[in-house]
């Protein structure tokens, strides 16, 4: 089992989980992420619902990619360890939540019996009073998101490292602004790489920073 998706696994989460069945006798159970699955054994006949945010799989194969020779061959054998996990998780799951139409069809071709495209939503009212095209001062590029996310530590620094230099090749002005929680030491390094590129991490609210 891949050490990604079984570390999730606690006897106390299992006694609980049966415990409150049998008090409550739930006519389904909503799994949130793939990790949970690993309780799915614990409901019986209960229809399960699982909520699948990513398709974890090939995050960890593109993650494989930009790694080194050993951390590679690890992840590489974790995504296919994965991929079998999801396999399980459509076979078992009475309904998969998917975020896009992308995933959906990933999770069909796997042999779900059904499928439901729950995109990840906001709160527009909260961003109304942004004040779209009104920019002073330079154009700058604003990156949000949990740095301790892997995908996400990623991508902030791809956009660092490749898009912003030649962005900067035609807009001499451009600049970055990294926003996010706990971002590791080589992210925040970043910032040391030219005037043009700021990480702000764990601010308490960022709409200062989409404004």
Known sequence: TS?????????????????????????????????????????????????????????????AMESGVIRRRYLERESTLLEKMERHAVGVAHTVLAVSDQEADYFRSLGARRVVVVPNGVDCSVFNRLPAARRQGPPTILFVGALSWAPNASAARFLA????????????????????RDPAPDIVALAQSGSNIEVKANVPDVMPYYE
């Open 3 to 63: 050490v990604l998706y079984a570390r999730h696994r606690r006897p106390t989460v299992v006694d609980t989980l049966h415990a409150q069945i049998r008090s409550h006798g739930p006519s389904v159970l909503y799994l949130d992420h793939l990790d949970s699955l690993v309780y799915a054994a614990s409901t019986g006949s209960i229809p399960v619902i699982v909520d699948m945010h990513n398709v974890y799989s090939r995050l960890a194969a593109r993650v």
């Open 161 to 180: 490292t490749q898009v912003m230099p030649a962005v900067r090749r035609q807009m001499p002005e451009a600049r970055l602004v990294i926003v996010g």
